[in-house]
């Protein structure tokens, strides 16, 4: 049972970094109906960041995080404005294809700043754990999980009650609609890359707190792939409970595969979350909680 408990708290740990990477997916998906295939590159340049200003430069770590998800912000934003606002009118998938080449060209620029080496991004937690009646927890699973919370709770909040939150809201309901009734979806679209590139920094910084950062770590990301993919595309909601999902299947599974299941493979648990995903499309091909769409011809 302590083993259970202990995998347990880790796939909750490791699902809610997924969930951030997800929830900036959903929100760039829900508001421009591309999926933003350059989440990798800012997870890495957000994380990049801090390790430069928590570690170089000094900076206290939770300063450094708040410069770096804004700076990251402001990227998002950038490549909104430079890339892909021109762009508007245009078949999704060609959208699609420019945000990949955004994506590499960003990596190739922030691989120059991590260089061979493993960068460490300077968080307080380290290994440093708690021991909840015999099940060893590390600080920074709890620390991802609340921080998590947070985040995603403000998020609804925001949504559901500030001014621009129903803008995006309505934006993401119906398009024309929302520039008939005044809303400069423009800015709708900025907005959403801003908050994806916010959200992408912090889950990069989380994921350096456990091996740090190299050129190889952007893979991470395609993670949530699988998470968007079973919660919906278009559904925040759906992404957390993804994110959460296969955070916890992908830690399951690593601890008892070997001992239940050897003939899957040593690495079985790396391809779980896309095994789960495709299970999930072959029952509900708009994932658990993605409104189906319906055309008439």
């Known amino acids: 049972m302590t083993e259970f408990l202990q995998s347990l708290t880790r796939g909750l740990g490791t699902g809610s970094l997924y969930a951030l990477l997800a929830v900036g997916f959903v929100i760039i998906y829900k508001s421009t109906l591309v999926i933003s ?31 770096a998800v804004a700076a990251t912000a402001a990227l998002g934003l950038l490549v909104e404005r430079a890339a892909l606002r021109p762009m508007v009118g245009k078949p999704v998938f060609v959208i699609a294809i420019i945000t990949l080449g955004v994506d590499i060209f960003i990596r190739v620029i922030v691989n120059r700043f991590i260089g061979l080496n493993v960068r460490q991004v300077g968080d307080p937690w380290g290994l440093n754990v708690i021991d909840a009646g015999g099940v060893v927890i590390q600080q920074r699973y709890i620390a991802m999980v609340v921080t998590t919370a947070v985040v995603v709770t403000a998020l609804f909040a925001f949504f559901k009650y500030s001014r621009i939150g129903l803008a995006m809201r309505a934006t993401a309901f119906d398009q024309e609609t929302a520039l008939a009734q005044g809303i400069s979806v423009g800015t709708v679209f900025a907005l959403s890359w801003a908050i994806a590139g916010g959200l992408a920094a912090l889950a990069g910084t989380f994921l350096g707190t456990s091996a740090g950062i190299d050129q190889q770590t952007w893979l991470v990301a395609l993670k949530a792939l699988p998470a968007i993919i079973l919660g919906g595309l278009d559904s925040i909601g759906g992404a957390v409970i993804g994110g959460l999902a296969v955070g916890v299947l992908e830690s399951l599974v690593g601890t008892y595969q070997g001992q239940y299941a050897p003939w899957l493979g040593q690495n079985f648990a790396v391809v779980s979350p896309y095994v789960l995903m495709l299970l999930v499309l072959l029952v509900r091909p708009y994932g658990l909680f993605g409104t189906p769409e319906v055309e008439r011809v």
Do not use: E, K, S
């Open 37 to 67: 295939f350059a989440q990798p590159a800012l997870m890495v340049a957000g994380a990049v960041t801090v390790t430069y200003l928590a570690v170089d430069f000094g900076l206290n770590f939770f300063l450094a995080v708040a410069i």
